[in-house]
Nanobody, 125 residues
Framework: QVPLQESGGGSVQAGGSLRLSCRVS????????LDWFRETPAKGREGIEG????????YYIRAVEGRFTITLDGSKNTLYLDMNKLKSEDSGMYFC??????????????????WGLGTQVTVSS
């Protein structure tokens, strides 16, 4: 397992931006993927954007298309989520998670065995 630690959450007004970071301790295996999840009372924990570090392939849900970008800085072992044009419905606890054997994009929380503790994002309208 690879310990993960998120940071960068906070409060922002609608239309603003935030950058979340996920520090990855240790080495990832081939075919591992790293995803960002958002947890809200209404939707539970949903995958919103993910990445395969070995192929640089990224994927996302439609709700964040054109607004959120996932990147990985291998030199810093850090996964980022740049969030722009934030909306009130983007509020929630954000987690990064890793999973092995990501032959296809994964968005289901049950497929991810390793999680960080999360960072809170609050967007006020």
């Amino acid at each position: 397992q690879v310990p993960l630690q998120e940071s960068g959450g906070g409060s922002v007004q609608a239309g603003g931006s935030l950058r979340l970071s996920c520090r990855v301790s240790g080495d990832l295996e081939h075919n591992d993927c790293l995803d960002w999840f958002r947890e809200t009372p209404a939707k539970g924990r949903e995958g919103i954007e993910g990445s395969r570090p070995d192929t640089r392939l990224s994927y996302y849900i439609r709700a964040v298309e054109g607004r959120f970008t996932i990147t990985l800085d291998g030199s810093k072992n850090t996964l980022y989520l740049d969030m722009n044009k934030l909306k009130s419905e983007d509020s929630g606890m954000y987690f990064c998670a890793s999973s092995p054997d990501c032959w296809l994009p994964k968005f289901s929380a049950s497929e991810f065995p390793t999680w960080g503790l999360g960072t809170q994002v609050t967007v006020s309208s």
